[in-house]
């Protein structure tokens, strides 16, 4: 079942969130704020059309906000193709550093992330090569 706080988890019926269809860590109100706060931050920051997930870092690397931009391009002239870029961005939050901000602090924390994301966005030439694998704990709750 999908939480009802809008943060895009997928729960058990003993309310723990699913991660790769196994039942992980305990969804509080707390966690389920956070990790809606982390979303939405990404999602503001890649815009419509762009996607934004939480995965889980485990262990002190404790969220990972990762936004897929989809950039299209008309071809022009008879042979000219359409071109499609895709930029994934990553913005890694240590488990202390978001706890830090709860309940109180979010909005400076989602505003971090944000901020965060833009410039990588902004930015392409700064991005590593590979991106670091975490299990994706939420998702928009509102695309299909």
């Known amino acids: 079942m999908s939480c009802e706080g809008g943060c895009g988890c997928t729960l058990t019926?003993?309310?723990?969130e699913t991660v790769e269809g196994i039942a992980a860590q305990e969804h509080t109100?707390?966690?389920c704020r956070m990790i809606r706060t982390l979303r939405e931050a990404g999602?503001?920051?890649v815009g419509p059309g762009g996607t934004a997930v939480v995965r889980d870092g485990t262990g002190p690397v404790g969220?990972?906000?990762h936004v897929t931009r989809v950039t299209r391009t008309d071809g022009i002239g008879v042979l000219a193709l359409d071109s499609e870029a895709r930029t994934d961005v990553q913005c890694v939050i240590a488990a202390e550093v978001a706890w830090s901000h709860s309940p109180d602090h979010l909005d400076v924390l989602g505003a971090w992330v944000k901020e965060n994301i833009d410039h990588a966005l902004n930015n392409p030439q700064c991005l590593p090569g590979s991106l670091m694998s975490f299990p994706l704990i939420a998702r928009d709750p509102y695309l299909s």
Do not use: H, T
């Open 13 to 16: 019926d003993g309310m723990r």
């Open 29 to 31: 109100v707390e966690r």
């Open 43 to 45: 999602q503001a920051a």
């Open 63 to 65: 969220f990972a906000v």
